[in-house]
């Protein structure tokens, strides 16, 4: 069974940092671009970050370049998502998805795997 479990969300202050983790199971996802989506409540799900299968190229939303970073460590089946300078904007239950193949993109529609998501709480 195929599985993406989130861990590393929780509370903290607006300027702090939290690291995300993405741990797959069921089948290695090495060959597979990854991505961190997040759904804010009264909100559509957006893009967050997505990185390449073998690590080699990231891609972030406007809205968080420069303050999170995406990167994965495929000896382990897992992918990260540190989150700096956190403001109240990034609230929302952060997801990860893998992709099935090498192809990294912004859609969700594009995810064939998701995790059931971790929540992420920035007050101000």
């Known amino acids: 069974q195929v599985q993406l479990v989130e861990s590393g969300g929780g509370l903290v202050q607006a300027g702090g940092s939290l690291r995300l983790c993405c741990a797959a199971?069921?089948?290695?996802?090495?060959?597979?671009?990854m991505g961190w989506f997040r759904r804010a409540p009264g909100k559509e799900r957006e893009f967050v970050a997505a990185i390449s299968w073998n690590g080699g190229n990231t891609y972030y939303a406007s809205s968080v370049k420069g303050r999170f970073t995406i990167f994965r460590d495929n000896a382990k089946n897992t992918v990260y998502l540190q989150m700096d300078s956190l403001k109240p904007e990034d609230t929302a239950g952060y997801y990860c998805a893998a992709s099935g193949g090498p192809s990294y993109s912004q859609s969700p529609n594009d995810y064939i795997y998701w995790g059931q998501g971790t929540q992420v709480t920035v007050s101000s």
């Open positions: 199971s069921g089948r290695t996802f090495s060959g597979d671009a």
